[in-house]
């Protein structure tokens, strides 16, 4: 329960302080921190239009893909506490309520019978594809290091203190992040302000989306950041005092959301036919980081 | 800590196969030797000072500073294209390394040998093996020169394995075999690049009677 208030309330402020990082940055000083959420509210106020070749799957879309993310967050846990949902190999089931928003935005995206939005669902599929092997390989060796299978039992048990545990927790915060960059179509893969149909990858599938239904995916958007941040603090916090943990958490997550920012301000989106091999690089990264899980449960050596 | 600088190694080979522009080879290679610094300070330590000072001495000097140094040299003076041009995609060099590493630790899993350190040998082993897959994959001579390095670094960090044992043989071979070969192939490529403005051996397959 209480991952879910504090995930929500990082989630409030996450893509604000994206925005104001990079504003920063490039010199401006940039919109308030609220203003996505203000964005969001409005759109909330706004009915949604629909073409007449679209289908009722274009409808429903928004609503299944915000529902996917808000599942995910429920198994998302605190430290000690659990998520409101915890069960064994609930990881899996993360990524794959994940993936079915997904692919309800994805279809949604074919539906509109717009070429340009059949192009970036194709791109989309194709990176998540390519970034599912990472995230598995991560959890299932984190799995095999503490024997555990869900979530909460996971990080509860994850004890960082010999040196290569600690070269396995950066490569796995590399891993997160990373494949958070992916799954919400952030920079090194996806330019979220390209104004170019042919160049972009998420912004391409929802053009046809107004409204509400704009309204629902970009809320999606914001707590899907927030719920990978909540991950990566798990990763490192294990099990301490609630009074030390909550301020951590916000700290975790305000860093993350400037590092986002940097990373957005001073890289250049990689060329289309460059992102497939990147993302596989990952998945080299996550395999690394099982057979040192290997190596220090004894199995190999 | 030492199997800490032996992952980045590893992850230093990842690197190299999706990277695209000649200086980040040399870069790379340049880290390698870096790496391979720290990993011959912790690991040697059983042998004698003067000896150890050698061998730290050859790895900065010749593997971090002076052969990355003269590689982007023979670079900038041939006028070699900045692009790496290898035959295959770079997607497809990523997919091999990685079965080359996880292919290597499947197979010194199988050994049962109490006296073998596993990870200095599947590290040594992925890296011989993916400097010769660099070798056949890629374009010009100068890569090839590259491979080679990589293939040195791989020589080199085996030998470290057994360098407490048997220090002085395995570490002048080591050096002597990286100066002689960038030394005669820097001037081989000097005359090449003087002579024909290019490197390229593909372009060799082009010889042909008329």
């Known amino acids: 329960m209480l991952s879910l208030v504090l995930t929500v309330i990082a989630a409030l402020f996450f893509t604000g302080i994206v925005i104001r990082t990079k504003s920063l940055a ?10 996505p959420i203000k964005d969001v509210i409005r759109l909330f106020k706004k009915g949604a239009v629909y073409s007449k070749t679209s289908s009722f799957v274009f409808q429903i879309a928004p609503t299944i893909y915000l529902a996917s993310i808000v599942m995910a967050m429920l198994v998302v846990p605190f430290g000690q506490s659990k998520g409101l949902l915890s069960f064994s190999c609930d990881f899996i089931f ?3 309520v994940l993936a079915l928003g997904k692919f309800f935005s994805i279809i949604s995206a074919m539906d509109t019978g717009s070429s340009f939005e059949g192009m970036g669902a194709s791109r989309e599929a194709l990176y998540s594809m390519f970034a599912e092997p990472a995230f598995f390989i991560l959890m299932g060796s984190f799995a095999l290091l503490t024997g555990y ?5 996971i990080f509860a048990a994850l004890h960082i203190g010999s040196y290569i545990s600690y070269a396995l927790a950066v490569l796995a915060t590399f891993v997160l992040i ?4 992916i799954e919400n179509s952030r920079m090194p893969i996806d330019d979220p302000k390209t104004h170019l149909e042919l160049t972009m990858v998420h912004e391409v599938m929802i053009l046809d989306n107004s409204g509400f239904d704009l309204g629902l995916i970009l809320t999606g958007g914001y707590l899907k950041f927030a719920i990978y941040g909540a991950l990566i603090f798990n990763l490192f916090i294990g099990i301490i005092d609630y009074q030390y943990a909550i301020p951590l958490f916000f700290i975790v997550q305000f860093l993350m959301a400037v590092i986002v920012g940097l990373i957005e301000s001073f890289m250049a989106r990689f060329r289309m036919n460059h992102n497939a ?20 449960l004894g199995k190999f050596n | 800590m030492i199997h800490v600088i032996l992952i980045v190694f590893i992850m230093t080979l990842f690197y190299l196969s999706i990277a695209n522009r000649m200086l980040t080879y040399v ?3 340049a880290l390698q030797g870096v790496l391979l610094f720290f990993v011959a300070f912790m690991q040697l330590s059983e042998i004698n000072t003067l000896n150890l000072v050698l061998i730290l001495l050859e790895t900065v000097v010749f593997k971090a500073i002076a052969v990355p140094v003269f590689l982007s040299y ?20 990523l997919i091999i390394t990685t079965a080359i590493v996880v292919a290597t630790i499947l197979l010194s899993n199988s050994i049962q040998d109490t006296h073998l350190d596993k990870m200095f040998f599947v590290v040594a082993l992925s890296t011989l093996f993916t400097g010769l897959y660099f070798i056949a994959s890629r374009r010009k001579i100068i890569t090839h020169v590259m491979g080679y390095m990589v293939i040195e670094n791989g020589v080199f960090v085996l030998s470290m394995a057994v360098g407490n044992e048997m220090p002085m043989m395995v570490n002048l071979g080591v050096m002597l075999d990286i100066f002689a070969s960038v030394l005669i192939l820097g001037i081989f490529l000097n005359k090449i690049g ?16 008329y």
């Open chain 1, 26 to 35: 490039s010199g401006r000083k940039g919109p308030g921190i609220m203003q």
């Open chain 1, 94 to 96: 993360f990524a794959y």
């Open chain 1, 149 to 153: 299978t869900s979530f909460q039992e």
């Open chain 1, 178 to 181: 990373m494949v958070a960059m």
């Open chain 1, 277 to 296: 091999q990147f993302i596989v690089a990952l998945t080299s990264v996550s395999l690394l980081i099982f057979f040192g899980a290997l190596l220090m």
């Open chain 2, 27 to 29: 870069k790379v290679l």
């Open chain 2, 74 to 93: 023979i670079l900038k003076r041939n006028n070699i294209t900045r692009e790496a041009e290898p035959f295959l995609p770079n997607f497809v060099s």
């Open chain 2, 194 to 209: 003087d002579v024909f403005k290019d490197v390229d051996v593909d372009q060799l397959t082009n010889l042909k009677d």
